[in-house]
């Protein structure tokens, strides 16, 4: 195999109470020393299905400016979906490992089966395998990276993804009310109907070493929203006040980052909230994030309507796909 999976590694790693070099991360970044403990943060949680919009908007705007993430709970996807959701991507990397690897990144390539994401600091690596893949729109979905193994695996995304898109078009109608901007500029901001919705599995297999390994380093989303179905393992943590938090896990809520497209379009008023995960010595851990993204092509910078005289753009407009290269290679925007 070319590319060794941390799964593989962590069933090599668990007798011994160690784990390789490239996986310890430099004293700065490791969860025993950084995490504030015994405390969970109390991310805000948003009723979705509260019938007073002034009300949602007003908290989710709230949210943007403080945090750039929020829980929100009767968001209107049943549990059995998620549940569904959830059960066939366990299955899958469950599977043995040649039958994964069929679905293995192709050169250049987002989609599909894999490890490494992007250009690692010190070439240190993060404790998570992967699979992404696009749910929505039908035009730009490639079923050759959704397993078929379980069979059930495209119905449980498709039922899943149909249900989604109202959540986001929400989020999106209550953003940009809090902007003080009428309530479909954000989304056709973003590409409208032509948004693109990217699937990703984590994976975070047990770890001999949760003290000084991460699963996914500290970072923001590239994306505009992002949109997580956790499991019930914690590992989710955000940083605030200078410390690093576990954030609390509310059973069936979808916890919601906001992501640097957003950041940028509000001109800086919603914050790209800064995250990272950590592992867990004993159970593995999974999350299912779908990131929400504008199309490669179309440029994204602060929406006219914020800016003026004495709010002037504090972000370059450019191409989403730019953007994306820039922030992969760790270059400057």
Request: charge should be negative.
């Amino acid at each position: 195999m070319e590319v060794e999976r941390v799964q593989a590694i962590a069933s090599l790693s668990k007798c011994n109470d160690t784990i390789p070099a490239e996986f310890i991360r430099a004293e700065n970044e490791q969860p025993a020393i950084t995490t504030v403990r015994g405390q969970f943060l109390e991310v805000p949680v948003i009723d979705l299905g509260d019938p007073d919009e002034e009300k949602g908007v007003q908290l989710v705007d709230e949210a943007g400016r403080e945090w750039g993430i929020f829980q929100v709970v009767n968001h209107g996807i049943p549990d059995q979906v998620i549940a569904e959701l959830q059960r066939v991507g366990k299955e899958f990397f469950e599977l043995p490992q040649e039958e994964k690897e069929l679905y293995a990144k192709l050169p250049n390539s987002m989609e599909g089966y894999g490890t490494k994401l992007q250009k690692e600091v010190e070439g240190k690596k993060g404790w998570v395998d992967h699979l992404f893949h696009k749910i929505w729109p039908p035009s730009v979905i490639d079923y050759r990276f959704w397993p078929k193994n379980p069979s059930s695996y495209r119905e449980a995304n498709e039922a899943y993804a149909e249900r989604l898109r109202g959540v986001a078009d929400k989020l999106f109608r209550w953003l940009s009310l809090g902007l003080g901007l009428d309530g479909d500029v954000l989304k056709a901001a973003v590409g409208g109907d032509d948004l693109i919705y990217l699937m990703k599995i984590n994976y975070y297999p047990p770890c001999p070493r949760p003290d000084l390994a991460l699963g996914v380093a500290a970072h923001t989303d590239m994306s505009t929203l992002t949109i997580l179905v956790p499991n019930e393992v914690p590992g989710l943590q955000v940083f605030k006040d200078d410390h690093w938090y576990d954030v609390k896990y509310i059973p069936n809520a979808l916890i919601i980052h906001l992501g640097d497209q957003i950041e940028i379009l509000s001109n800086g008023k919603y914050k790209s909230v800064f995250h990272r995960s950590i592992v867990n010595k004993d159970t593995t851990r999974m999350s299912w994030p779908v990131f929400l993204e504008p199309l490669p092509e179309l440029e994204v910078g602060p929406l006219p309507g914020l800016i003026d005289d004495d709010n002037q753009p504090k972000f370059k407009t450019k191409k989403y796909k730019d953007y994306v290269y820039c922030k992969l290679n760790k270059l400057p925007q």
